[in-house]
């Protein structure tokens, strides 16, 4: 056991030892009001699995190990105004896709927090967001590998006349240890209807924020001379009046030569805005966004998903249904894209010609992203600033374009329907996807149709049906999906699914996927085993993806809490 271990269980020891401790004192009024406080312990736990068997036909790869599990167990302790936590990740060995360096186990994350009086600490791990995430965004996707979680202390302040203020400094995680960069943030906002008392009972709200953030990394690079200390700033805008909202944000990045930008001294820029609509029956939210040169990483030389500092959000919608969601995703571009997106929800009214007996809803969504408009730079002394952009004015190149529309409605007691058609372009010149037939270049088009059926044959049983069409001339052709549920709410479910490549050009590759899986629940405990062929693909969220190799073999998923 090495130190980091230790020190993570130290911590939960020492927590629960100091309210012992203290539980023997007489103080004073304070102590005896913290012993007052009820201790708590709580916490979750999840583990899967994969048994692999190796599948030429799909390539599927021979496994050393057979099986492989990732696992993590969460253990909170609180007791009034304090509390500790650490968690154990064990990768024994990461399951496929996930990257190897998280091979091992260990205590990544452990923090002791104090929250009182407007006033919280933390020290240790913690996750953190400023603004849209633009300039700065630690978080966790267990699903996709990511975990850029900060080590250091961070400091935050409430007041009681509307303004909010947050502090950190620390390291990034990298795995099982640390980036090399220090990240240090300061962020504020400000409510305007808080801190001013004629705003309070006024409909028109405003929230003013903005934050600072600032990078440090050692320049070991032999080639060139890097900037040190990488600054960035950002300001949004926060208003709403009845039904209406507007969100903005801008981020201005200095020059931060990477290998994400293969080393240009360039400066960034970012911006965000979004606008929304609602009323009874109706919905509408418009966005877009323009990124140029954002990529910010406390370790310049990194690339994926590690060592992020910022979060670039794609404005795409995040489908559920099998072929829109993992065969042509959208992977947000860091070094520069100009997006937008539309989004539009409309209930029908009930008991109407068109809305029928219980209804009928709507939902529109459009979205599409486009290079930078920007034009490279030859001359030989400007050549290391890369290119000169127009901000926020889309260029001739489309990286990709998502028209997709969906109906829900309940026909009768026992039957609902959802159906989807949508509409996509994908650029795999900039996208680069691949696939069983290797890396298809240029743009790939396709319609996907969905038909979703759920039959409820009595209280809390039910069948669900899914029929799933994806046609394209390009990359694998043709698929088809089908998959048939039976639930037994809230404690069982089974489940078959197959999917076909029967238009797949290369004949040898027209291969099925079938699989099958079963899940059973029981309060916070939830059991699941899937066993067949799984495609290659992508799995994204929020614009953010890992890929997926094809596999074939046994799956075993454990999930509780307390």
Known sequence: MNIKHVQALALIILTVALSNS?????????????????????????????????????????????????????????????????????????????????????????????????????????YEQFGTGLLLRSYEERDLGVDNAFDGIRVKYSTKFGVYLKGLIGKQRYFFDLGPGIVRGVDGLVNLNEAFGALKSSKFKVKIGGSFVSKYQEDNNPNYKLPENVA???????????????????AYKMNDPSADNEYIYKDGAAMYLSGTYSRKGLGIVLSAKSIDNMSYRSDREEGLNNLLINFNPALTKQHTYNLAATLYPYASQLTGEVAYQGDIVYKIKRKTPL?????????????????????????????????????????????????????ERKIVKWLKLKAMYMNLMANNDILRYGGINGSWSGKIYADIAVLDMTFKLKPKHSIRAEIQGLWSQQDMGDWATFIVEYTFSPNWFVAVMDQFNYGNPVHVNRIHYPYATFGYTHKANRISIGYGRQKAGLFCVGGVCRVVPASNGLTISVTSSF
């Open 22 to 126: 203290l539980h023997a004192q007489d103080a004073g009024n304070g102590v005896q009001k913290f012993m007052a406080e009820p201790l708590e312990i709580h916490g979750n736990f999840s583990a899967r699995g994969q048994y692999y068997q190796e599948d030429s036909a799909i390539g599927a790869p021979d496994v050393p190990e057979q099986f492989l599990m990732n696992g993590f167990a969460n253990v909170i302790v609180t007791k009034g105004a304090f509390s500790a936590g650490v968690r154990y990740e064990s990768y024994r060995n990461p399951i496929l896709g996930f990257d190897q360096r998280y091979k091992g186990s260990g205590f990544p994350y452990r923090y002791v927090q104090f929250s009182q009086h407007g006033l919280d600490v933390t020290a240790g791990n913690f």
């Open 232 to 250: 960035s700033y950002s300001g949004r805008l926060n208003l709403s009046y009845k039904g209406f909202g507007f969100l903005g944000e801008y």
């Open 355 to 407: 809305g029928g007996k219980y209804g009928t809803t709507i939902f529109i969504n459009v979205s599409k992203a486009f290079g930078l408009d920007s034009t490279h730079l030859n001359d030989e002394n400007a050549a290391r600033q890369g290119y000169e952009a127009n901000f926020f004015k889309p260029g001739q190149q489309e990286y990709y374009q998502d028209i997709n529309i969906s109906l």
